[in-house]
């Protein structure tokens, strides 16, 4: 291929629509897509009928079906984002490719019992799809090694197409984070709550920061199956009146509002293939307190206090000491608002199109 001007794309996707009740996959591509219309191209998202939460069973069925229903003659470039177009025999093997925004077969690492089985089966649908693809795309250098060792894909296969975020809807927060007047010891904490998230090791941590700092407050934004016991964890631990485990939210600005009533964002995971709310986070303002595993310091450099895996004392210090010095929050603000102009949308999208034609 060696045109980018008007190419015609289909993004195989049986996800959510409405980003605010799915992953980081959803965001990433419907924020791809939106930039590549912007730039001239024609994208259309292939998604089931039905728009509520699928099920895996509802996942493979679309899949099933797209074969009968999908007309391929109709794209220069058809995507299909992690299993999606497992079951797909491309007509031409030159336009077909795959987005993997994470690696099911190391996500199975952090799981057990039915989870890690279930991730496991994905991993095997995901195989299948790398294997027919012209190319692969990962969002990170971190999942292009695991990509070629889980799935035996030589270097030339896979390109590194980071995620991105549109640096314009966030100006306004951002604006508003910097000059508030003092630091309110507020940290946010924004995934859907897997084990690998991590999120109980950070309820751990708010014991001593709550010890240090008495008026601190963690929100946790995001649904999963770890909204129960997180919930149950932090009522055992006695710390109700400073954490609130808020579950799932039905909209994409509830999640903004909760960006901006903070003053810190903390997400320990121990694994990410990349971490689209590390960008929010930077967006609006926020300092960051991360892991240094798999794609994090990628994405964040020097803009954050990385700590390492099992690092709880290291967690909790990190914490106190960017609410307690407001010299070194500003720095760490403005180094994340610099470091995240990297990922503009327009950018990302112009590198994933560098990447169709060569």
Request: net charge neutral; charged share 25%.
């Amino acid at each position: 291929m060696t045109r980018k001007e008007g190419l015609k794309i289909a993004f195989l996707d049986s996800w959510f629509l409405e980003q605010s009740q799915g992953s980081g996959t959803t965001v990433a591509i419907r924020g791809l897509s939106e930039a590549l219309i912007s730039m001239g191209c024609i994208v259309d998202i292939i998604s089931p009928t039905i728009k509520n939460r699928p099920t895996i069973m509802r996942r493979l069925l679309y899949n099933f079906l797209l074969p009968l229903k999908f007309d391929q003659d109709n794209y220069d470039v058809i995507v299909g984002f992690d299993i999606d177009g497992c079951f797909l025999k491309p007509k031409r093997h030159d336009n077909y490719h795959v987005f993997l925004h994470g690696i099911a077969g190391e996500e199975a690492k952090f799981e057990s019992g039915f989870s890690r089985m279930f991730l496991l089966f994905l991993s095997l649908l995901e195989r299948n799809n790398v294997s027919k693809a012209k190319k692969v795309f990962v969002s990170s250098s971190h999942s292009q090694k695991i990509a070629s060792q889980f799935y035996q894909l030589p270097e030339d296969k896979i390109s590194v197409v980071p995620n991105g975020i549109f640096l314009r809807f966030w100006e306004e927060t951002f604006q508003r984070q910097l000059n508030k007047k003092e630091v309110v010891p507020h940290i946010i904490s924004v995934a859907r709550q897997y084990p690998r998230k991590n999120t109980s090791f950070l309820i751990t941590a708010m014991k001593e920061v709550v010890f240090r700092i008495p008026e601190a407050r963690l929100t946790v934004v995001g649904g999963g199956p770890m909204v129960d016991s997180l919930r149950s964890q932090v009522s055992e631990l006695g710390l109700s009146e400073n954490i609130e485990i808020v579950g799932e939210v039905p909209a994409n600005k509830d999640v903004v509002n909760f960006y901006e009533q903070a003053s810190l964002f903390c997400l320990p995971s121990l694994q990410e293939g990349f971490g689209i709310v590390f960008l929010e986070a930077m967006c609006s303002g926020l300092p960051i307190v991360a892991m240094n595993v798999s794609a994090v310091p990628e994405v964040l450099g020097d803009s954050a206090l990385l700590v390492e895996e099992n690092d709880l004392q290291g967690l909790s210090d990190s914490i106190v000491r960017i609410l307690k010095d407001d010299d070194f929050y500003k720095t760490l603000q403005l180094r994340g608002r610099k470091r995240v102009e990297n990922f503009d949308w327009s950018r990302i999208a112009e590198r994933f199109l560098e990447s169709l034609v060569v």
